[in-house]
């Protein structure tokens, strides 16, 4: 694997850290005049969809504890992902349990990540539900654009065959 990154990469954990006294509002503002969150966000998710499509998942649990590109110290406001070495070829899960429970991972650690760049609600099964309905709508329509003919999102194990009935 070979990774660069044009300079020094601004984390959205870093960029996102209120300052002393500072109001969410105030926070908030701060963020937006460095930074289209929207745009952040938007390609944060096109880049989720083409890992898929190239066969790759941003995280498993083979990196527990060790970070995720996907996570907030690792998504960048440039839009990209820092810290790639999280991304496992879908080849290497071992099973559909496995694959299953990195995706989800994977896009809970999404979407954690964005939720912490937004201002804050004061309710958070709000915030939760708009969050992931924002990203699968925004997801949908990445699967469509990043499409590229003979680049299917595939995934499958050789299934055992079925046992013959008695």
């Not at 996570?71 to 810290?83: H, L, P, T």
């Not at 990540?113 to 924002?134: F, G, K, Q």
């Not at 699968?136 to 590229?148: D, P």
């Amino acid at each position: 694997m070979v990774y660069v990154y044009p300079g020094a990469p601004v984390r959205a954990e870093q960029l996102s850290r209120p300052v002393p006294g500072e109001s969410e509002e105030e926070r908030f503002r701060r963020i937006a005049s460095i930074c289209d969150v929207e745009v952040v966000v938007d390609s944060w998710i096109r880049l989720f969809v083409r890992l898929l499509y190239l066969g790759f998942v941003p995280y498993s649990s083979m990196n527990e504890r060790l970070g995720s590109c996907v996570d907030f110290g690792n998504a960048v406001v440039d839009g990209g992902f820092a810290d790639v070495d999280s991304i496992v070829p879908m080849t290497e899960c071992p099973d559909d349990g496995f694959f299953y429970d990195s995706l989800g991972a994977s896009w809970a650690e999404l979407q954690a990540t964005i939720t912490a760049l937004l201002p804050r609600m004061s309710h958070l099964v709000v915030e939760d539900v708009s969050v992931r309905n924002y990203m699968l709508a925004r997801f949908e329509c990445h699967l469509r654009t990043e499409a590229r003919a003979g680049l299917p999102i595939g995934y499958s194990f050789r299934r055992p065959r079925a046992c013959a009935r008695a």
